[in-house]
């Protein structure tokens, strides 16, 4: 009878185990397949005449962006700190010119045990459109720029947050147009969103523009 018992709780146990497992695995190819929905959205994007900055000629040979393996540990959850007083920041472009953006948020997090910290913003004419109203921007360098990854930084799309906290994903940081086409001003990332660490996920190169 005490064997039986063992045996019917063994199997209970590992039926918990093995759903366990399950959900965590079907979770992660979730995400997976969101991150490479993202990538594929990309590379239409570069291959896309009404859109792409490539010259006719490039998006002929285009064969997709290089992107780091997916690594669920460039997800962070960061505190979202609201800036009471925005203020307007000038920002150099790869062009000379100056775009202004203002700031909406610091945003603090952890990446490997250590702290970190970045700058998010708005611009304040696509704050005015219906589409991009709670449109954030997030423009940063880390030691990858300007050896693995575009050296004058990258970006990462956000979305103003109903709470407290809010979902950085750095999967998703992609190129300027201006790292592939002179004919774009493309704001370059401030001094305060200078990661002192490597971001080893989103998109990598292009190799000639490094």
Do not use: W
Request: net charge negative; glycine share 4%.
């Amino acid at each position: 009878m005490l064997i039986k018992r063992y045996l019917m709780l063994r199997t209970f146990l590992l039926a918990i185990l093995f759903v366990g497992l399950y959900e965590n695995l079907t979770a992660q190819s979730d995400y997976e397949n969101k991150i490479l929905q993202f990538q594929k959205d990309l590379n239409a994007e570069y291959k896309n005449p009404e859109e792409s900055p490539l010259t006719p000629e490039e998006q002929k040979v285009f064969k997709g962006h290089q992107f780091y393996p997916i690594d669920s540990t460039y997800r962070v959850m960061a505190q979202f700190y609201r800036i009471e007083n925005p203020a307007t920041i000038d920002f150099a472009t790869s062009s000379g010119k100056i775009k202004q953006e203002e700031t909406y948020a610091i945003a603090s997090f952890e990446l490997d045990g250590k702290p970190y910290q970045l700058t998010i913003y708005q611009s304040p004419e696509l704050r005015e459109t219906e589409e991009y109203r709670d449109y954030l921007f997030l423009p940063f360098t880390d030691y990858t720029s300007g050896v693995e990854t575009y050296g004058a930084g990258r970006y990462i799309d956000l979305r103003i947050p109903e709470g407290e906290t809010i979902v950085i994903d750095f999967n998703k940081a992609y190129n300027p147009f201006c790292a592939y086409s002179p004919n774009y001003s493309c704001p370059i990332p401030p001094q305060v969103n200078d990661l002192k660490t490597e971001i080893k996920a989103g998109i990598r190169g292009p190799e000639k523009h490094k």
